[in-house]
């Protein structure tokens, strides 16, 4: 193209040899230091967990007087156990107009002020105050839907699940999403004759 200028480098634009014969070796090394700090973060079962009970808390629905703007959500636990820290990850999050807070070893009289209440295993003593309380309950012990758990996580394949029942959530006034539902490995239902 006449008068289009000339740009001179004092460098060649071929790679020089020993690095063209290095660079599949530098890229791997490259994606092997790059795959190794998320190795480094695998993450536990229990974290897994509460990250599926943040995301259940999204399609369940409270009596309007537990949702009233301004107020925080309560996810309450019974005692230390296992769970306990991985709850405590999700307090001062956002679930609609609401705030997570977490509140570790609750007693029977304090249940009223729960929106969830994890269960590590069965709890006989609180099963009666929790019967007529808006509060969903989850569990990951296998038994505990028999047992007044509403959700139940699992591990199955390496992946968390959850089954849900659902007559007992709606007993107390909870609205559980189909969208929820369907997402759920089973959903424990009473389905009433015509």
Not at 33 to 59: C, G, H, I, N
Not at 100 to 115: K, T, Y
């Amino acid at each position: 193209m006449p008068g289009a200028p000339v740009i001179a480098s004092r460098f060649p634009c071929r790679p020089w040899p020993a690095v063209r014969a290095a660079a599949p070796w530098l890229l791997g090394l490259l994606c092997l230091a790059l795959a190794r700090p998320a190795a480094a973060q695998a993450t536990s079962p229990e974290v897994l967990k509460a990250e599926v009970v943040y995301r259940v808390l999204m399609f369940v629905n409270w009596p309007a007087d537990r949702e009233q703007p301004g107020r925080s959500l309560q996810l309450c636990t019974v005692g230390e156990g296992r769970m306990d820290g991985a709850l405590q990850v999700l307090a001062g999050r956002s679930i609609r107009q609401l705030t997570v807070d977490v509140r570790h070893g609750v007693r029977a009289e304090q249940l009223a002020g729960c929106h969830l209440l994890y269960l590590p295993a069965p709890q006989p003593a609180l099963r009666a105050a929790l019967a007529e309380l808006p509060v969903l309950v989850v569990s990951d012990a296998a038994t505990m839907l028999d047992q007044g758990a509403m959700l139940n996580l699992q591990v199955e394949d390496g992946r968390i699940v959850f089954d849900v029942e659902l007559d007992a959530a709606r007993r107390v006034g909870l609205v559980v999403s189909t969208k929820l539902l369907r997402l759920a490995r089973f959903v424990r239902h009473q389905v009433s004759a015509p």
